[in-house]
């Protein structure tokens, strides 16, 4: 299976600052189609995990433009421009190239 | 809007099947645009794929969980269901249903105790 690993594990950020997570993945995501089928998910405490982004970049309906994702082959990143109190939970990226997919361990993002 | 709910009992004892089922609403589970599956997460900890399944019925297991798993859709309740086999303490999960990968249901608590 491919191993995905976040970094870091956790975060607290004041709010209107920016943060940021990185994804590795053990082998790379670059499908034979040429795309990265790289997810990025939140879950709010209690709650399912909601998509966020897409194949790398493409924010899912209704996220708003201060989540941005980037990267390729290995390597990713989720950026959050300036982070909000409803930011809060554990943000997974998961890789959809190779079965079975398979997540990252998660980063709990909190507020300062 | 693709709505997802997952249903079943919340406790099962030990070597015995755990069955759940995922109702679907705003879609058709028979449409070729949509495939269907299952994600656990143990307490505490992240999340798993179990296996999918696709319009026409073919399947696709976690190797990890293979021998034990059966995924199937009813397409005349416009649910599909997921059977876990010879369950141990280690199949206690929040089990979600997701049509992959932007639609997740709520979720369902599962323990396995005797």
């Known amino acids: 299976d491919i191993v995905m690993t976040q970094t870091p594990l956790s975060l607290s950020v004041t709010p209107g600052q920016p943060a940021s997570i990185s994804c590795k993945s053990s082998q790379s995501l670059l499908s034979s189609d040429g795309k990265n089928y790289l997810y990025w998910y939140l879950q709010k405490p209690g709650q399912s995990p909601q998509l966020l982004i897409y194949e790398v970049s493409s924010r899912f309906s209704g996220v708003p433009d201060r989540f941005g994702g980037s990267g390729s082959g290995t390597d990713f990143t989720l950026k959050i421009s300036r982070v909000e109190a409803e930011d809060v939970g554990v943000y997974y990226c998961m890789q959809g190239t190779h079965l079975p997919p398979t997540f990252g361990q998660g980063t709990k993002v909190e507020i300062k | 809007q693709l709505q997802l709910q997952a249903s079943g009992p919340g406790l099962v004892k030990p070597s015995e099947t755990l069955s759940l089922t995922c109702t679907v609403s705003?879609?058709?589970?028979?449409?070729?645009?949509?495939?269907w599956g299952w994600i656990r997460q143990p307490p505490g900890k992240g999340l798993e794929w179990i296996g999918n399944?696709?319009?026409?019925?073919?399947?696709y297991y976690n190797p990890s969980l293979k021998s034990r798993i059966t995924i199937s859709l009813d397409t005349s309740k416009n649910h599909f269901s997921l059977k876990v086999t010879s369950v141990t303490a280690a199949d206690t999960a929040v089990y979600y249903c997701?049509?992959?990968?932007?639609?997740w249901g709520q979720g369902t608590l599962v323990a396995v105790s005797s």
């Open positions: 705003g879609g058709s589970i028979s449409s070729s645009y949509y495939y």
């Open positions: 399944i696709y319009h026409s019925g073919s399947t």
């Open positions: 997701a049509m992959p990968f932007g639609y």
